[in-house]
Nanobody, 121 residues
Framework: QVRLVESGGGLVQFGGSLRLSCVASGTISSISSMAWYRQAPGKERDLVATITSSGRTNYADAVKGRFTISRDNAKSTLYLQMDSLKPEDTAVYFC???????????????WGQGTQVTVSS
């Protein structure tokens, strides 16, 4: 089992910055890729950015050039640096970790509880 706890959300003005953190605990050695998702009110949960165990990253078009995902494996922590924030970035942001299970040939997905990010215009 993997437990994820996000922090760093809050209220910020248009053009401001925030850094989200996600601390993993439990069987963290099983984690391969990690990601940030977000969900705005009344909308589906959307992928924001992903990072593999080797550090390869991928971003949604809406955040390219403004957000940076990174991970510190020594600290078991995932980060999301968000710059040039816009009101449309307002959402609950969730951390996700994937842990392949070779015994059952499945990929277990774990989620944090989410952290609210609100960008005022």
């Amino acid at each position: 089992q993997v437990r994820l706890v996000e922090s760093g959300g809050g209220l910020v003005q248009f053009g401001g910055s925030l850094r989200l953190s996600c601390v993993a605990s439990g069987t963290i050695s099983s984690i391969s890729s990690m990601a940030w998702y977000r969900q705005a009110p009344g909308k589906e949960r959307d992928l924001v950015a992903t990072i593999t165990s080797s550090g390869r990253t991928n971003y949604a078009d809406a955040v390219k050039g403004r957000f940076t995902i990174s991970r510190d494996n020594a600290k078991s922590t995932l980060y999301l640096q968000m710059d040039s924030l816009k009101p449309e970035d307002t959402a609950v942001y969730f951390c996700e970790a994937q842990a392949p299970d070779e015994v059952y040939d499945v990929v277990n997905r774990y989620w944090g509880q989410g952290t609210q990010v609100t960008v005022s215009s």
